[in-house]
């Protein structure tokens, strides 16, 4: 059976269900990696998805072009080792991101130059943060929200701007996510410089085969131990192992690892219950909003006038611009709308929507830049997998839905997803990190459970 195949779990009717030693719940890069861990270490392993497709939050498109696009995760950060020895270790191209270092920043048809007193004022208040993300936290701010504070930002552009940043940041929305909240995020992601940057930051470099290879290579070495279409439903607990009841049949499992994204846990029932400090985890955490979209010409033609694609558009929807374009060509040009803005573009036809995205960038880019020949869109937050992006945030309220996320084993159920790293929480390297340290964490426990 190929990992296209669907089936495999399902018993024949009367029969007891399947039996593996290790069922994997989710088959993103955090159960891929899980999984092939524990198949390597010689453990019978199964993944159900509930997809039609491998990768979760990491999705790759083959262009008009032939080229590779990213619709999920892309970047690999400066220091996200995991993923960069895992693309090594799969033979794929890593490239740095062709980039100015400084964003061009467009207020309808206007440039703010960077000089400007908004500009000063934005990179000022920026700093502030900075020193206060390292802070001991005053209780005030679990209930002052990002919205709260930002109202009190001096002037509209450094209003926007931070706002902008923020919104591409998280996808949050902002009337949602404490000001304690976010200060943990940006200490989280190493700091500003480092959360923004993207030469020696997370936005340093790409693959030009996609982060899809790496999904691909992962679920081929898995081959028939990958089911699709196969969404977890409920995780019965019982004296003789843990029942995994999915929409494609049940199976009997040791262990199981859930990946799913924390908010989505609540659609799977647990029996018993789980304890509720673990459970109140899906209740205080959502998925953020986010619409991506990659524009594909035959050239980077806007790099014969040395015009700066990092770009962010203060208007509604706010949109953040890049370059990604791989180092031999075509020229792709990448779009982030994060948070409600994101959701805003949701009840436009294709047509519209594109032009909302791409027709702000004219005055900068030129028309040419309405006229892409591969065009490739997705709204995160649509997708019920996985419920959205790039990560679950906390509510508001106190720190107990922070990242990295609660990943103490309750029983035989262990716990995985980029939102359980204690290295790089919400990114695919942090992926990568849970699913190796949940399969330690079942490797040893098998061992214990063996004879000696
Ligand atoms: C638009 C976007 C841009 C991003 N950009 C970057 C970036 O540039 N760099 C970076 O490092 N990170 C980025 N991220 C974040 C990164 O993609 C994620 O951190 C990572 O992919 C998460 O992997 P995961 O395996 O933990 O979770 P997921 O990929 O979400 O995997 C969970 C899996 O569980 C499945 N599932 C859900 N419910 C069930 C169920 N009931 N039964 C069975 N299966 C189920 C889902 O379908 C999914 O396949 C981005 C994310 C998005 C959405």
Redesign the pocket.
């Known amino acids: 059976m190929s990992s296209k195949d669907s089936t495999r779990p399902q018993a024949a009717s009367g029969s007891a269900p399947p039996t593996t030693t290790v069922a994997v719940?989710?088959?993103?890069?955090?159960?891929?990696?899980a999984a092939r861990t524990l198949h390597r270490a010689g453990v019978d392993v199964l993944v159900?998805?509930?997809?039609d497709?491998?990768?979760?939050?990491?999705m790759s498109e083959t262009t008009a072009l032939g080229s590779r696009v990213?619709?999920?995760?892309?970047?690999?950060?400066h220091d996200?080792s995991r993923?960069a020895a895992l693309a090594a270790e799969l033979g794929a191209t890593q490239f740095r991101m062709h980039t100015s270092q400084r964003p061009t920043v467009l207020d309808g048809a206007r440039r703010v130059p960077l000089g400007a007193p908004p500009m000063l004022a934005t990179a000022g208040l920026l700093l502030g943060l900075e020193a206060l993300s390292h802070i001991r936290p005053p209780q005030r701010w679990d209930t002052t929200t990002v919205a709260d504070w930002l109202a009190k930002a001096p002037g509209r552009t450094p209003r926007r701007l931070l706002e902008l940043t923020a919104l591409t940041s998280w996808?949050a929305d902002l009337d949602r996510l404490s000001v304690r909240a976010m200060m943990t995020l940006i200490r989280l992601q190493g700091g500003l410089r480092n959360m923004l940057s993207t030469t020696g930051g997370?936005?340093e470099s790409?693959l030009v085969e996609g982060?899809g290879t790496l999904v691909d290579g992962l679920a081929d070495e898995l081959g028939d131990r990958v089911c699709l279409g196969?969404?977890?439903?409920s995780i019965a607990v019982g004296a003789a192992g843990v029942t995994v009841t999915?929409t494609a049949g049940a199976i009997n499992a040791t262990k199981v690892v859930v990946?799913?994204?924390p908010p989505?846990l609540n659609?799977?029932d647990f029996q018993p219950a789980l304890p509720p400090e673990r459970s109140a985890i899906a209740a205080r955490t959502y998925m953020?909003s986010?619409?991506?979209a990659i524009a594909v010409f035959p050239r980077p033609f806007w790099r014969d006038r040395s015009k700066n694609t990092e770009i962010i558009v203060l208007d509604a929807p706010g949109i953040a611009v890049f370059d990604t374009s791989p180092p031999d060509g075509p020229g792709h040009l990448c779009m982030?709308v994060g948070g409600p803005h994101a959701r805003t573009l949701d009840h436009l036809d294709p047509a519209t929507r594109r032009e909302t995205v791409l027709r702000p960038l004219v005055s900068w880019l030129g028309t040419a830049v309405l006229e892409p020949v591969s065009w490739h869109e997705?709204a995160?937050h649509l997708?019920e997998?996985?419920?959205?992006?790039?990560?679950a945030l906390p509510g508001p309220g106190g720190a107990d839905a922070d990242m990295p996320v609660q990943f103490t084993p309750v029983g035989d159920i262990h716990w995985?997803?980029?939102?359980?790293?204690v290295d790089?929480?919400?990114?695919?390297?942090?992926?990568i990190e849970?699913?190796n340290r949940v399969a330690h964490e079942i490797l040893g426990a098998l061992a214990q459970l063996s004879p000696r």
């Open positions: 719940i989710g088959a993103g890069l955090a159960g891929l990696t159900l998805e509930a997809a497709r491998s990768g979760g939050r990491a990213d619709l999920g995760g892309q970047w690999i950060g996200h993923i996808c997370a936005q790409l982060i196969h969404r977890v439903t999915t990946t799913v994204p989505l659609r799977i953020g986010v619409y991506k982030l997705k995160w997708d997998n996985a419920g959205g992006g790039y990560t995985a997803g980029t939102e359980t790293a790089h929480p919400g990114y695919l390297d942090g992926a849970s699913g």
